[in-house]
C-alpha cells in the first residue's frame, strides 16, 4: 500500500484514500443524498389533490366524510426508494472496496426502479363502517419524484462507471 509522506514526515494519503476522494465518487454521493431529500418535494398526484414523498411513504389522511375515511397508509416501498439513495451515498463515501460500490449501485437500481413504479402500488384505505376495502388511484408522477428518480440513476451511473474502473 503506497503512502505519500510530505517533507515534514506527515502521512498525506494513502491508495485507499485516494479511491474515496475521487471527485465523480463525491458527485454519487451528493446526487444520492440529493434524490433521499427529496422526500419532502411533491411526489404523486390524483384528482387535483398532490401529496409529497414524504406523504407516499409514511401515509396521510385523505378525508373523511360522515361515515367514509380515505387514508393513504404506510407504504415501505416507498420508504425503501427514498432511503436506499442515502445508504448508497453511505457506502459510496465511507467504502474503498470494489465491494460498496457493487451494493451501491444495487441499492441506487432498486430504488430508481421502485420510485418509477410508485404509481402502481401506492393504494388508498378507504373504510366504511368498519369495513376496509384498498382501491388504486389514477396518480400522476410530479416533479419531485422524477427529479428524486432521476438523481438516483445519475448516481447509480456513476457507481456502475466506479465498478467498471475497479475491474480495469
Same mark, same amino acid.
Given at each position: 500500500?503506497? @503512502?505519500?509522506?510530505?517533507?515534514?514526515?506527515? #502521512?498525506? %494519503? *494513502?491508495?485507499?484514500?485516494?479511491? *474515496?476522494?475521487?471527485?465523480?465518487?463525491? @458527485?454519487?454521493?451528493?446526487?444520492?443524498?440529493?434524490? /433521499?431529500?427529496?422526500?419532502?418535494?411533491?411526489?404523486?398526484?390524483?384528482?387535483? !389533490?398532490?401529496?409529497?414523498? #414524504?406523504?407516499?411513504?409514511?401515509?396521510?389522511?385523505?378525508?373523511?366524510?360522515?361515515?367514509?375515511?380515505?387514508?393513504?397508509?404506510?407504504?415501505?416501498?416507498? @420508504? @425503501?426508494? !427514498?432511503?436506499?439513495?442515502?445508504?448508497? $451515498?453511505?457506502?459510496?463515501?465511507?467504502?474503498? &472496496?470494489?465491494?460498496?460500490?457493487?451494493?451501491?449501485? &444495487?441499492?441506487?437500481?432498486?430504488?430508481?426502479?421502485? %420510485?418509477?413504479?410508485?404509481? *402502481? !402500488?401506492?393504494?388508498?384505505?378507504?373504510?366504511? %363502517?368498519?369495513?376496509?376495502?384498498?382501491?388504486? /388511484?389514477? +396518480?400522476?408522477?410530479? +416533479?419531485?419524484?422524477?427529479?428524486?428518480?432521476?438523481? $438516483?440513476?445519475?448516481?447509480?451511473?456513476?457507481?456502475? !462507471?466506479?465498478?467498471?474502473?475497479?475491474?480495469?
Amino acid at each position: 500500500m503506497p @503512502i505519500i509522506i510530505s517533507k515534514e514526515g506527515v #502521512i498525506i %494519503m *494513502t491508495s485507499n484514500m485516494k479511491k *474515496t476522494a475521487n471527485p465523480a465518487r463525491l @458527485i454519487a454521493v451528493f446526487a444520492g443524498i440529493l434524490s /433521499a431529500l427529496f422526500i419532502f418535494a411533491p411526489a404523486l398526484s390524483a384528482k387535483g !389533490y398532490s401529496f409529497s414523498g #414524504i406523504d407516499m411513504a409514511f401515509g396521510v389522511k385523505i378525508a373523511q366524510v360522515g361515515i367514509f375515511k380515505g387514508i393513504k397508509s404506510l407504504c415501505i416501498l416507498a @420508504i @425503501i426508494g !427514498y432511503l436506499f439513495p442515502l445508504i448508497a $451515498a453511505g457506502f459510496l463515501l465511507m467504502g474503498r &472496496s470494489r465491494f460498496s460500490s457493487i451494493f451501491a449501485s &444495487s441499492l441506487l437500481l432498486v430504488s430508481v426502479i421502485l %420510485m418509477l413504479a410508485m404509481r *402502481t !402500488y401506492v393504494k388508498l384505505k378507504v373504510s366504511s %363502517m368498519g369495513a376496509e376495502t384498498f382501491k388504486s /388511484a389514477d +396518480w400522476t408522477m410530479l +416533479w419531485g419524484l422524477i427529479v428524486s428518480a432521476s438523481l $438516483a440513476a445519475f448516481a447509480f451511473f456513476i457507481s456502475v !462507471y466506479e465498478v467498471y474502473k475497479s475491474f480495469k
